[in-house]
């Protein structure tokens, strides 16, 4: 592994798989991208809750602003998740806002801008009928991806 994607997020399952991540990354001397995603629907959502308080924040707040926070809450987890497993790793913070239906084009442009061989990401256990009709997000990243993924599940 030269560079490895990990998709975060602020929950325990993602510290778990960022330490995982940063321990493969510091055997093999590689880096790591961090990739936070935010849906456009969320990014809406804090607007019209901001719009609640304050018309005046409302309107400055976006998809900047969003990114922004991605970016703040990634480095504090990452801070805290490279320290517990003590490894010196490079990381690199890479937002996206995205379609939540194209969350896995996402997973897969930013593994491809950042020429990542490897990516990590948390899987969900649904069931066999549940899988068949609305599909896994791990599982079009698996077949899609030219290199390999490891799969935590929630």
């Known amino acids: 592994?030269?560079?490895?994607?990990?998709?975060?997020?602020?929950?325990?399952?993602?510290?778990?798989?960022?330490?995982?991540?940063?321990?493969?990354?510091?055997?093999?001397?590689?880096?790591?991208?961090?990739?936070?995603?935010?849906?456009?629907?969320?990014?809406?959502?804090?607007?019209?809750?901001?719009?609640?308080?304050?018309?005046?924040?409302?309107?400055?707040?976006?998809?900047?602003?969003?990114?922004?926070?991605?970016?703040?809450?990634?480095?504090?987890?990452a801070r805290e998740a490279l320290t517990d497993v003590d490894a010196d790793v490079e990381y690199t913070i890479v937002p996206r806002i995205v379609d939540g239906k194209k969350e896995a084009t996402a997973i897969l442009d930013a593994a491809d801008q950042h020429d990542c061989d490897h990516i990590f990401m948390i899987g969900t256990k649904r069931s066999r009928t549940g899988k068949a009709i609305f599909g896994s997000l791990a599982q079009s990243v698996m077949l899609a991806f030219d290199g390999q993924v490891t799969v935590e599940l929630e």
């Open 1 to 77: 592994m030269n560079h490895g994607l990990v998709v975060i997020d602020d929950t325990d399952s993602h510290r778990t798989l960022l330490e995982t991540a940063a321990q493969h990354a510091a055997g093999a001397d590689a880096d790591l991208v961090l990739l936070p995603m935010a849906s456009n629907e969320s990014v809406a959502a804090e607007r019209e809750a901001i719009s609640q308080v304050s018309d005046a924040h409302a309107s400055t707040f976006g998809t900047d602003t969003t990114e922004q926070r991605l970016v703040h809450t990634t480095k504090r987890i």
